[in-house]
C-alpha cells in the first residue's frame, strides 16, 4: 500500500515513507478513515498537516487528515498517531437549513425517491459548479457556502421528470447527518473521487452498487479465505414498524417482500409523538425507515482473504466488484447469503499487508 499526499489540486504528489502502520478503510454507508502512527513525530507532521490531503495508490478516494495525537513517554520515543476520514466528510461543514434566522421556511422535497432528496439537499446548499443552477442563486442561504472545489455528480439512478413523486420533509441540522439519513432509507451510498490526471475538483456521487450476486462469487472451498472468522446473526434485527406520531399511527414495512409471519416477523416499535412535521403518512414511513435500518440481520467475514480476491477490489468491468455490490458468500459451515460490500480495509504493519472486505447483509437483499 502506497500512501501519497495531495497538492493543490487534489493530484497525487509526495511518497510517504517510513511509517510503522496504516490502516485504510473505505465504507459504503459511512465515511471512510485511515490511521497512520509513526516514530518520526516531526517529519510526518509536516508531510501530513491538518486540513491536507491524502490518498493511496490504490485507491481513488481522497480523505482529510483530522489529528495529530503526539504520545511521550520516559521510556520510549514519542509516536505520533495521524487520522483523518474521506473528503465526503467536509459536508459535516454545513447546515441543511432553508433560509436565516427569523425567515427560515419549511423545506419540502418534492422527488421521486430519497436519494434524489438528499441529493438536491446537498447540491442547494453547496451549490453544484457543474451545472445550470435551479434558482438565481446557489448556495440557497450564502455564497459562502458553497464548495467550489467539489463536482456534485449526478447519480445514475436520479430521475429529473419522474412519473410520481413523494414529499420529503428536511428537516434542519448537519448537511452530511441529514442526507445520509435519507440514502439509508433506499440504500444509497456516498464517494468521493478525486480528480483525474489534469483535473482540480473532487467528485462527490451518491451511488447505488450493483447486483453481482450471479456474477461474482466468494467460496470459501477454494482456498479464497485465510484465517476466517465468520458471524451469521439475526438478533437484534427489525423488519416490521408500528410507528405512533402524536395524532396517528401506521406500520411501516421494511421492505416490498410479503409480510413476515411467525418467528420471521420482528417487529420495531417507534414513538414519535414528541416530534414535529411528522403528521403525514409518509413522514411516518420516513422515520420508520430510518430507524429499521439501524437493525439488520448481519454476515461478516472477518480476516485474510487471497490476494486474487483482494486485488478484485475496484475492478468490476473485468469481473471485479466494488463498495455497494452485492455479491454472494459461499462460506464453510454452511454459510451461503447474499451480502453488500460495506467496507474494505486495508492494513500495513511489520507483520505484512493485509485488503478483504466487510460484508453485510439486510433482509433487502
Avoid at 487520522?83 to 418534492?110: H, N, P, Q, T, Y
Avoid at 413523486?165 to 442526507?179: C, Q, R, S
Avoid at 459451515?333 to 447483509?361: C, H, Q
Amino acid at each position: 500500500m502506497e500512501l501519497l499526499t495531495l497538492d493543490s489540486n487534489y493530484q497525487p504528489s509526495e511518497l510517504v515513507e517510513r511509517y510503522g502502520s496504516l490502516i485504510w478503510t473505505e465504507r459504503y454507508f459511512t465515511t471512510g478513515d485511515f490511521q497512520l502512527k509513526t516514530t518520526d513525530v516531526e517529519r510526518m507532521i509536516k508531510l501530513l498537516p491538518l486540513e491536507s490531503c491524502v490518498t493511496i495508490r490504490e485507491s481513488t478516494v481522497p480523505m482529510v487528515v483530522e489529528l495529530h495525537e503526539i504520545k511521550k513517554t520516559i521510556t520510549g520515543a514519542p509516536e505520533v498517531t495521524i487520522k483523518g476520514r474521506s473528503f465526503d466528510s467536509v459536508l459535516e461543514r454545513r447546515a441543511a437549513v432553508k433560509g436565516l434566522g427569523d425567515i427560515r421556511v419549511e423545506w419540502v422535497e418534492a422527488r421521486a425517491k430519497e436519494s434524489d432528496a438528499a441529493y438536491q439537499v446537498i447540491r442547494q446548499i453547496i451549490g453544484d459548479v457543474g451545472r445550470p443552477p435551479l434558482s438565481p442563486q446557489l448556495p440557497i442561504n450564502s455564497e459562502n457556502d458553497a464548495l467550489p472545489m467539489v463536482d456534485l455528480t449526478l447519480p445514475a439512478d436520479y430521475e429529473d421528470v419522474p412519473a410520481e413523486t413523494k414529499d420529503y420533509e428536511i428537516k434542519p441540522g448537519n448537511l452530511y447527518t441529514v442526507a445520509r439519513e435519507l440514502m439509508t432509507i433506499n440504500r444509497r451510498g456516498m464517494k468521493a473521487v478525486r480528480p483525474a490526471p489534469g483535473g482540480n475538483k473532487i467528485a462527490i456521487e451518491i451511488y447505488n452498487g450493483a447486483d453481482l450476486h450471479d456474477e461474482v462469487v466468494f467460496d470459501a472451498r477454494f482456498d479464497q479465505f485465510e484465517d476466517s472468522t465468520y458471524l451469521l446473526s439475526y438478533a437484534g434485527s427489525t423488519n416490521w414498524g408500528y410507528v405512533f406520531s402524536k395524532t396517528d399511527s401506521q406500520t411501516v414495512p421494511k421492505t416490498t417482500s410479503p409480510e413476515p409471519t411467525g418467528l420471521e416477523r420482528r417487529v420495531l416499535y417507534l414513538d414519535i409523538s414528541s416530534e414535529e412535521g411528522v403528521e403525514t403518512e409518509e413522514a411516518r414511513r420516513t422515520r420508520g425507515l430510518m430507524e429499521l435500518y439501524k437493525f439488520n440481520n448481519t454476515a461478516r467475514y472477518d480476516g485474510q482473504i487471497s490476494q486474487q480476491i483482494a486485488d478484485k477490489y475496484n475492478l468490476p468491468v473485468t469481473g471485479g466488484y466494488s463498495l455497494g455490490d452485492i455479491l454472494r458468500l459461499d462460506g464453510e459451515y454452511g454459510l451461503s447469503t447474499n451480502v453488500r460490500v460495506t467496507e474494505f480495509i486495508r492494513s500495513d504493519d511489520n507483520t505484512g499487508s493485509k485488503a478483504y472486505p466487510t460484508f453485510e447483509v439486510s433482509a433487502a437483499e
